[in-house]
């Protein structure tokens, strides 16, 4: 991959089922994140939102399906710029910022974001995975911080 390419994308229909299963399966319980009442009538918010952990987790899927088993997400961050409401699609993308090798093994830098449908970027971010070199060793596993 080339500075300037962008990784595979992907996309997903945000709905309060979706909403509601993160949140059981992580145990969130802030009730905006799942009470569209207490949400819109105690908190004054436009609908119930997501939470920002979730949009952490999803770089990661992003992340991971890129670099696959062979590779290693390393650092994630970003900054969550609005409401992640339902009845929206979301789309998670990277773009590649940098490429150097560290120690023998390939370190790729990438900006990230979270957009809806209208292009809006919701989450701007930026991460770094490492991957093999080709016919370099391999990543090892817990990835060891580089020196």
Known sequence: MKVGGEIPSW????????MVRWCAAVETWRRDHYDYEYAVKELGLPNAVGSGYWTQACFYKLLYQWVGDEGWVWKVSH????????????TFSGTVTGKSVKDGLGHVDLDIALSQEDGTALSPGRATVVVPLRGGKPVPYPFPRPR
């Open 79 to 90: 900054q969550l710029r609005g409401n992640l409401l339902p009845h929206h699609v979301f």
């Open 11 to 18: 996309s997903l229909d945000y709905t309060l089922p979706v």
